[in-house]
Each structure stands twice: as structure tokens, then as C-alpha cells.
């Protein structure tokens, strides 16, 4: 459901994804999976429809032929990635949003690889996060939770204090399985497939308020 105008939502912490919530990236991700597919000869519509928001080895290993190096063709996606730039903008307005929070409040957990996700922060002039927990410095990816679960941990919160803020269905169901509650960014899933989870389109549609009598952080849709 999108949030309505005058909506308020509490949290002691924010964990944010990147790909598709804070940065919008698909053309320069697809133009470099799509060279992938034609690498390694295998259909590029299938794979596209199963891209997004899952960790590159994750991927590889699903959808690579057999006998394929799997490290070998991560750091040739990697390399790709980091050197396709085409379309690569900050979500609308995500700078505003990230630089009026307490930066000890929020945190990136990402399917990205770290070199991506700082490469992208640079890239897009974004407030470079304190806590980064990126796709490669974990062993399950989404949709399993533990990116969230570490990120919950580490901002010293309680899972139900914990607001992710998500676009991909797998990040989604990687926030609610680590407890928290997730807020969709309708950018690559579209509204008609957010329609049971809450969601605003864009983060110019949210405002920082302070905090409330419990240190809450208050946020509150709409101007």
C-alpha cells in the first residue's frame, strides 16, 4: 500500500539497500549482465527477469554453464560493472533524505560487492555510509536475512525497531525474515507488484522530523 500524506513512521534504526532504493543503477547493471550472458551463452531475457537485487555470486552460480569458474567470472562482472557508468543517479531525493539523518542511525546493507557500493556512493555524490555490510562480506545473500540480522545487530537495535528501507522482492522478504519492517522503494518492482508491503515512490516524498520523547527517529511522509 502506498503510505498517505501526513503518514509517520518510528525507528530507533534505518538500514537502507542500495541498487534500485538509494541509487538508480539498472542501466549500467544490465548493460553489464547482459555482456555476461553473451560471454558465457546464456539467455539474457531469463537472466534479467532473475537480476536484481540478488549478490553477483549468487547469481553466477545459478545461472553459469558448468565447468565454469565462478571467481573468475565474479571479478569479470565486477570489472564491468565498474567500468559502466551509463545512467547511474541518485534515487530522487536520497541526498537530502540520507544527509538529514544522525549518520550513527543508518546503515548499508547491500548485495553489491564493497568496491561497487563505494564506487556508486562516489560516483552519485551520496553521504558515504559509516557502517557498510556489502554482498561480499557475507555468506547468505538475499533473500536469506542475515545481511538484515548483522545490520540489526550492529546498529544496536531491536529487530522491531529496525525500519529497511527496499525495492528488490528479494530484499524484501530479506527484511521481514530478519524482523523488521520494510518500506519499498517503487522503482524497479512498480507499485502494481508492492501491493502487499508499504511503500512511497521515492524518497523526496519523505522527511526527517527528529526524534520523539523515546528517541525515536520520526519520519513522516509527504512535505
Not at 513512521?9 to 537502507?16: C, P
Not at 556489502?134 to 525500519?163: F, M, N, V
Not at 519492517?181 to 502487499?196: K, Q
Request: aromatic letters at 6%; proline letters at 6%; one cysteine or more.
Amino acid at each position: 500500500m502506498r503510505l498517505p500524506e501526513g503518514s509517520r513512521l518510528t525507528a530507533r534504526g534505518l538500514l537502507f539497500d542500495v541498487d534500485g532504493t538509494l541509487i538508480d543503477s539498472h542501466i549500467g547493471v544490465e548493460k553489464a549482465w547482459e555482456r555476461w550472458a553473451a560471454r558465457v551463452g546464456i539467455d539474457w531475457p531469463h537472466l534479467l527477469a532473475n537480476l536484481h537485487g540478488r549478490r553477483m555470486v549468487d547469481t553466477i552460480q545459478r545461472f553459469a554453464p558448468p565447468g565454469v569458474d565462478v571467481a573468475q567470472e565474479c571479478a569479470w562482472v565486477e570489472q564491468a560493472e565498474l567500468t559502466t557508468d551509463d545512467g547511474i543517479v541518485p534515487i530522487a531525493g536520497a541526498r537530502a533524505f540520507l544527509e538529514s539523518l544522525p549518520p550513527e542511525c543508518w546503515m548499508v546493507v547491500t548485495s553489491a560487492t564493497r568496491a561497487l557500493a563505494l564506487h556508486r556512493f562516489a560516483l552519485t555524490g551520496l553521504p558515504r555510509p559509516r557502517r557498510l555490510l556489502p554482498g561480499d562480506e557475507i555468506q547468505r545473500g538475499k533473500p536469506d536475512p542475515q545481511g538484515y540480522a548483522l545490520g540489526i545487530e550492529a546498529l544496536g537495535c531491536a529487530a522491531s525497531d529496525t525500519l529497511v528501507f527496499e525495492d528488490a522482492r528479494v530484499g524484501i522478504l530479506a527484511g521481514r525474515a530478519a524482523g523488521a519492517r520494510v518500506l519499498a522503494i517503487a522503482g524497479a518492482e512498480r507499485a502494481e507488484h508492492l501491493d502487499d508491503v508499504d511503500w512511497i515512490p521515492d524518497f523526496s516524498a519523505l522527511s526527517y522530523e527528529g526524534r520523539d520523547a523515546r528517541g525515536q527517529l520520526v519520519l513522516r511522509v509527504g512535505h
